[in-house]
T-cell receptor
Framework: GENVEQHPSTLSVQEGDSAVIKCTYSDSASNYFPWYKQELGKGPQLIIDIRSNVGEKKDQRIAVTLNKTAKHFSLHITETQPEDSAVYFCAATSRNYQLIWGAGTKLIIKP | GAVVSQHPSRVICKSGTSVKIECRSLDFQATTMFWYRQFPKKSLMLMATSNEGSKATYEQGVEKDKFLINHASLTLSTLTVTSAHPEDSSFYIC??????????????FGPGTRLTVL
């Protein structure tokens, strides 16, 4: 079936360094790839998304890259700050337009 | 913009009672709303998809008589957990999607409801 794999499950980086989270998807028909940030006890918050007609998108310190041929997409956070600590989820569309979710990455920013 | 609210944020109930959770899109009309369940340190598990004015579509393994969903307007969907049992204790999150269907639009999530069944 359709699935999304996300790595790593936990990522610890020094404050100010960059963090990269990678996802691969199985359905070649997927055309929408959002990234969500979830803080403890809260709902997921959309931080950036990308559609299949674009290879890269950037919003200040956050960027997403998409390689449709390889079926993978990545989240890049530069100049990390303590408030970036959270769990990050990637997702990709399924054939019935629902989202297939990655397992999540716990990002820890060390001061 | 794109704010989704959920109420209550936290509820504790006795086994056998029913609990209703409301999900509202505050500044946009949501043609489609989704209900998710999330276990500790796990990803989101889609329970059902609801479109305004029609019956919800439940995912495999989700009992529709147990988790009643009503999407009566373009800004409100409710999830009722009927005859709740301790195994129903979880974090329930709704999301709302604008757009006209037929493609994937951005899902905006509510803050979640923590249900504890004693």
């Amino acid at each position: 079936g359709e699935n999304v794999e996300q790595h790593p499950s936990t990522l610890s980086v020094q404050e100010g360094d960059s963090a990269v989270i990678k996802c691969t998807y199985s359905d070649s028909a997927s055309n929408y790839f959002p990234w969500y940030k979830q803080e403890l006890g809260k709902g997921p918050q959309l931080i950036i998304d990308i559609r299949s007609n674009v290879g890269e998108k950037k919003d200040q310190r956050i960027a997403v890259t998409l390689n449709k041929t390889a079926k993978h997409f990545s989240l890049h956070i530069t100049e990390t700050q303590p408030e970036d600590s959270a769990v990050y989820f990637c997702a990709a569309t399924s054939r019935n337009y629902q989202l297939i979710w990655g397992a999540g990455t716990k990002l820890i920013i060390k001061p | 913009g794109a704010v989704v609210s959920q109420h209550p944020s936290r509820v504790i109930c006795k086994s056998g009672t029913s609990v209703k959770i409301e999900c509202r899109s505050l500044d946009f009309q949501a043609t489609t709303m989704f209900w998710y369940r999330q276990f500790p340190k796990k990803s989101l598990m889609l329970m059902a998809t609801s479109n305004e004015g029609s019956k919800a579509t439940y995912e495999q393994g989700v009992e529709k008589d147990k988790f009643l969903i009503n999407h009566a307007s373009l800004t409100l969907s409710t999830l009722t957990v009927t005859s709740a049992h301790p195994e129903d204790s979880s974090f329930y999150i709704c999301s709302a999607e604008a757009g006209e269907g037929g493609s994937t639009d951005t899902q905006y999530f509510g803050p979640g409801t923590r249900l504890t069944v004693l």
